[in-house]
């Protein structure tokens, strides 16, 4: 553990920009909305800023992406195909732990099974990742129900927390350990991290005062949907209210699904591009002979909270695919944010 002076902080992400594109979160002055986003100028980051309105995942998994491109030589019939990876080394400054959460899930899914995808990887391999204990949480916050928070347990290089004048740097790897020392950070002791529990204590007592309208009680929920014990008239309810925007999708972060088209570019030319995609469009599911085997909405949504609440993804993935942001009843039009859903959920279960 390490102790860094308040008004020094970001001397962090200028060492580390002398190597890596440094995202982080800026707050827009216009509209005052937080994003979290690549900077050139160290001195736009704002640790103190809400949680960013999109997940920081797009760093690793882009919304839009060329990942090869290929020709055809019709003289000797040859195809050449090119890999387009972006191997640039990226930090992610100020990253909040249940944003973290969501890249460990997409680490579990892109790289943790039996194919490792090699976008994902050249994206992931030379990130440098420090993150920031939430000392209050946020109106949309749930991560004390989902083990995500308000401060990281693991996968982080350097840890942050304010302490007041100063913030306390915890060393989550040897790189981090490097980095602190090329910094010549002072030592903490034990008082610091003392102060450090305390800050987290209180940051969960507010959970009651604060979020208390998006409290979701996972585990009961996650029995419930496992075994399917649900009623076909509770997802048909749920079902009504969605719109197949797909807005929950694009600020989940943990979210993986994705599309490929392969635009033309030449006569003999053509990319392979990827995008994000979401279960929540009809089409998501649709195969090559027009049937779609998840065709009315409800059955979407089922899908969709399947993915984030069942016991077989939990136990695939080490823990819920939900990491309590809170960003899905942040946007939903039809008020069907995971909290509302778990709700739902647990109206019929007590009824």
Same mark, same amino acid.
């Given at each position: 553990?390490?102790?860094?002076?308040?008004?020094?902080?970001?001397?962090?992400?200028?060492?580390?920009?002398?190597?890596?594109?440094?995202?982080?979160?800026?707050?827009?002055?216009?509209?005052?909305?937080?994003?979290?986003?690549?900077?050139?100028?160290?001195?736009?980051?704002?640790?103190?800023?809400?949680?960013?309105?999109?997940?920081?995942?797009?760093?690793?998994?882009?919304?839009?992406?060329?990942?090869?491109?290929?020709?055809?030589?019709?003289?000797?019939?040859?195809?050449?195909?090119?890999?387009?990876?972006?191997?640039?080394?990226?930090?992610?400054?100020?990253?909040?732990?249940?944003?973290?959460?969501?890249?460990?899930?997409?680490?579990?899914?892109?790289?943790?099974?039996?194919?490792?995808?090699?976008?994902?990887?050249?994206?992931?391999?030379?990130?440098?990742?420090?993150?920031?204990?939430?000392?209050?949480?946020?109106?949309?916050?749930?991560?004390?129900?989902?083990?995500?928070?308000?401060?990281?347990?693991?996968?982080?290089?350097?840890?942050?927390?304010?302490?007041?004048?100063?913030?306390?740097?915890?060393?989550?790897?040897?790189?981090?350990?490097?980095?602190?020392?090329?910094?010549?950070?002072?030592?903490?002791?034990?008082?610091?991290?003392?102060?450090?529990?305390?800050?987290?204590?209180?940051?969960?007592?507010?959970?009651?005062?604060?979020?208390?309208?998006?409290?979701?009680?996972?585990?009961?929920?996650?029995?419930?949907?496992?075994?399917? =014990?649900?009623?076909?008239?509770?997802?048909? *309810?749920?079902?009504?209210? +969605?719109?197949? #925007? &797909?807005? /929950? $999708?694009? !600020? @989940?972060?943990?979210?993986?699904?994705?599309?490929?088209?392969?635009?033309?570019?030449?006569?003999?030319?053509?990319?392979?591009?990827?995008?994000?995609?979401?279960?929540?469009?009809?089409?998501?599911?649709?195969?090559?002979?027009?049937?779609?085997?998840?065709?009315?909405?409800?059955?979407?949504?089922?899908?969709?909270?399947?993915?984030? =609440?069942?016991?077989?993804?939990?136990?695939? *993935?080490?823990?819920?695919? +939900?990491?309590? #942001? &809170?960003? /899905? $009843?942040? !946007? @939903?039009?039809?008020?069907?944010?995971?909290?509302?859903?778990?709700?739902?959920?647990?109206?019929?279960?007590?009824?």
């Amino acid at each position: 553990m390490y102790i860094i002076n308040k008004s020094q902080v970001l001397d962090i992400a200028r060492e580390l920009q002398k190597e890596h594109q440094v995202y982080g979160p800026v707050m827009e002055k216009e509209t005052r909305q937080v994003m979290f986003v690549a900077v050139d100028d160290i001195a736009e980051l704002d640790l103190s800023a809400p949680i960013p309105a999109v997940p920081p995942k797009h760093a690793v998994f882009p919304h839009f992406e060329r990942i090869m491109s290929y020709t055809y030589d019709r003289r000797n019939k040859k195809v050449e195909i090119k890999p387009d990876y972006d191997e640039k080394p990226k930090a992610l400054f100020g990253l909040r732990s249940c944003d973290l959460t969501g890249i460990q899930c997409l680490d579990r899914f892109y790289l943790g099974q039996e194919f490792v995808d090699e976008v994902y990887r050249n994206h992931r391999k030379k990130m440098f990742i420090v993150t920031n204990t939430c000392n209050a949480p946020f109106r949309q916050c749930f991560c004390v129900c989902t083990d995500s928070g308000p401060s990281a347990h693991e996968g982080y290089d350097l840890n942050l927390t304010d302490l007041g004048d100063q913030y306390l740097v915890e060393a989550g790897s040897e790189q981090g350990k490097k980095m602190a020392e090329r910094l010549s950070l002072s030592k903490a002791d034990d008082s610091h991290r003392k102060r450090k529990e305390a800050i987290v204590d209180k940051s969960v007592s507010m959970f009651d005062s604060i979020a208390k309208d998006n409290k979701a009680w996972i585990s009961r929920v996650v029995n419930r949907v496992t075994t399917g =014990l649900i009623e076909e008239k509770v997802w048909e *309810y749920i079902g009504d209210q +969605c719109i197949e #925007c &797909g807005a /929950c $999708a694009f !600020v @989940c972060p943990s979210c993986s699904c994705f599309n490929i088209v392969d635009p033309v570019t030449g006569i003999d030319s053509a990319d392979r591009m990827r995008t994000w995609d979401s279960c929540s469009y009809e089409g998501y599911s649709r195969m090559a002979g027009g049937h779609n085997p998840r065709k009315p909405v409800e059955d979407r949504r089922n899908k969709r909270f399947f993915c984030k =609440l069942s016991y077989s993804q939990s136990k695939k *993935y080490l823990r819920p695919g +939900c990491v309590g #942001c &809170g960003r /899905c $009843a942040w !946007v @939903c039009p039809g008020d069907i944010g995971l909290p509302n859903v778990v709700t739902y959920i647990r109206r019929e279960i007590q009824e």
